[in-house]
């Protein structure tokens, strides 16, 4: 979030658009090799070195399995260049694809608040839908609650309720970025 408002004279109307583009493009790049070098490297950046392993795709996966929680340098250093890379390459895509995720983008705390409702609301229905009691909510051996063990669902149930969830909240995203082009209170610039 700090870094989103660092970068926000970036995107003003007197600063260049090719300017910005190119400046991106160049810190995306860095980030992207710095990553790769520091990883390569093995010795900092990160608390769990990556290792050689049986197969190739097991080692390539070891390369690439940094620590999200807390944020490692590696963590950030990948996910900030793709991102800054991808920012510069896509900032003058046109299409229906971009009239559509620029819905969410101009709400993003407004999506993130529902979202993270939605998700726990049909966690919560789901848990005791399938037979889950009150006293299995809270499980010792996990840090978070509805939790118990063999609970859940393949990864392909999952991005089937993300993209269900995203669409979802469309609609409602459409809506408030609307009211805050209608309207000028001081906190709608924050949601």
């Not at 109307?13 to 400046?23: D, G, L, S, V």
């Not at 769990?48 to 390369?63: D, E, M, R, V, Y």
């Not at 963590?75 to 995720?101: N, P």
Request: hydrophobic fraction near 50%.
């Amino acid at each position: 979030m700090i870094m989103g408002f660092c970068m926000g004279p970036l995107f003003s109307k007197e600063y260049p658009a090719e300017k910005r583009r190119r400046q991106l493009l160049i810190a995306g790049f860095a980030l992207t090799v710095l990553f790769l070098a520091l990883r390569f490297i093995n010795q900092y950046g990160d608390p769990a070195p990556w290792k050689h392993w049986n197969t190739g795709l097991q080692t390539f996966f070891s390369f690439f399995l940094v620590s999200k929680y807390p944020p490692s340098l590696m963590y950030l250093s990948a996910t900030l260049g793709i991102s800054l890379m991808a920012l510069s390459l896509l900032e003058t895509a046109k299409g229906k694809w971009t009239q559509v995720v620029s819905v969410y983008g101009r709400v993003p705390f407004f999506y993130y608040i529902l979202h993270f409702f939605l998700l726990h609301t049909l966690l919560t229905i789901i848990f005791f839908a399938t037979g889950h009691t009150k006293a299995e909510i809270v499980n010792p051996n996990a840090p978070f609650f509805f939790q118990p063990p063999r609970f859940g669902y393949g990864l392909i149930v999952v991005y089937i309720i993300w993209m269900a969830a995203v669409a979802s909240l469309y609609q409602p995203c459409r809506w408030f970025n609307k009211y805050k082009m209608e309207h000028r209170q001081w906190w709608l610039s924050y949601i």
